[in-house]
């Protein structure tokens, strides 16, 4: 009985996982980045709440801003405020062939002007220790795998 409970939990898992991963952004709740402002990674060095009086879409996501200015900069380059591979987990991207694996907003981290998340912070110390090669790979990676589930 416990191992029927246990594969039971596995599998509804990974449904979840697998509908959360059906878009090139990660979303969770409805928002891109669980609603935090992607421009306040930048400007302010930490995960800041956006309002929904600010919000954008793009990408097929809702994004939302902390201030008009943040969703004014967005609008004006979304890709420099962006996360890399669409807030999915910049290890899990680089992992093998690539995977999309959800984030933690916990797990940010600004590297070269851009913004990436990891699935916990136990996989963004892993990351951390290797992320010039760990990028490269992901890189490689995100335009097999950004579109499949």
């Not at 999915?88 to 600004?110: E, L, M, Q, R």
């Amino acid at each position: 009985m416990k191992k029927v409970t246990l594969i039971l939990s596995i599998l509804i898992a990974n449904i979840s996982i697998t509908i959360a991963q059906k878009s090139a952004i990660f979303i969770k709740n409805g928002k891109a980045l669980n609603g935090y402002d992607p421009v306040a990674f930048f400007t302010e060095n930490k995960p800041t709440l956006g309002n929904e009086l600010f919000t954008y879409q793009w990408q097929q996501a809702i994004w939302q801003f902390s201030t008009k200015e943040n969703k004014d900069s967005f609008v004006s380059n979304p890709n420099k405020y962006a996360p890399k591979y669409g807030g999915y987990c910049a290890y899990g991207a680089a992992d093998g062939s690539g995977h999309k694996a959800p984030t933690d907003i916990n797990t940010w981290t600004v590297l070269n002007n851009q913004l990436y998340f990891n699935y916990s912070l136990k996989v963004k110390e892993i990351w951390l220790k290797k992320q010039e090669e760990f990028i490269i790979k992901a890189d490689n990676n995100w335009d097999g795998i950004k579109n499949k589930e």
